[in-house]
């Protein structure tokens, strides 16, 4: 258990559809990041959260929307899907002394769109 | 911006050492780090170079060349459960902000 919890582990849904994706970060971690990863490509950033304020934007799509709450929780809002979507979503957290260590991710979520 | 290379693909034979190479061109750096990843599962943290030079840890290695922008992971006495991706990562300016992944580099060990 790497600290760092992600739910669902698994999603499907219809094209169209709106879902939210959760992760609570490693305890004492402030950042949380999110990264999208589709089948045999690499890791692609898309946002990135550190206590409660947005702090960069990678390659994330208008659909896509994300917050990080008061109790450091963050969730990805995934909306009017598309097949292209289905994906791995992986959160990650850092900060709290774990900086010469990079990030911790969580398990993931795999979304399935169908 | 920033820019990771990494061979797509390696193969090596259990209870071989392989030697898996990224070069990096970036706006500033701030570290260095390599990761596993195992299909479908979460990347699991590897190891770090901040600073020229070779640090060990186990059977696993990483250089770190910064005035080359190249780094290796060496792993030694391969065993099938190495068969992974393996991603090179740099941060670069404004920790945690800068933060990107090569495309990985999948080992195959053959029995």
């Known amino acids: 258990d790497s600290g760092v919890t992600q739910t669902p582990k698994h999603l499907i849904t219809a094209t169209g559809q709106r879902v939210t994706l959760r992760c609570s970060p490693r305890?004492?971690?402030?950042?949380v990041y999110w990264y999208q990863q589709s089948l045999d490509q690499g890791l692609q950033f898309l946002i990135h959260?550190?206590?409660?304020?947005?702090?960069a934007k990678g390659n994330i799509l208008e659909r896509f929307s994300a917050q990080q709450f008061p109790d450091l929780h963050s969730e990805l809002n995934l909306s009017s899907l598309e097949l292209g979507d289905s994906a791995l979503y992986f959160c990650a957290s850092s900060g709290g002394g774990s900086l010469n260590y990079g990030y911790t991710f969580g398990s993931g979520t795999r979304l399935t769109v169908v | 911006g920033q820019n990771i290379d990494q061979p797509t693909e390696m193969t090596a034979t259990e209870g071989a050492i392989v030697q898996i190479n990224c070069t990096y061109q970036?706006?500033?750096?701030?570290?260095l780090f390599w990761y596993q990843q195992h299909a479908g599962e979460a990347p699991t943290f590897l190891s770090y170079n901040v600073l020229d030079g070779l640090e060990e840890k186990g059977r696993f290695s990483s250089f770190l060349s910064r005035s080359k922008g190249y780094s290796y992971l060496l792993l030694k006495e391969l065993q099938m459960k190495d068969s992974a991706s393996y991603l090179c990562?740099?941060?670069?300016?404004?920790?945690?902000?800068?933060?990107?992944f090569g495309p990985g580099t999948r080992l195959s060990v053959l029995p």
């Open positions: 959260y550190y206590n409660g304020e947005e702090r």
């Open positions: 305890s004492g971690d402030l950042s």
């Open positions: 970036t706006s500033g750096f701030n570290g």
């Open positions: 990562a740099v941060r670069g300016d404004n920790y945690g902000q800068n933060f990107v």
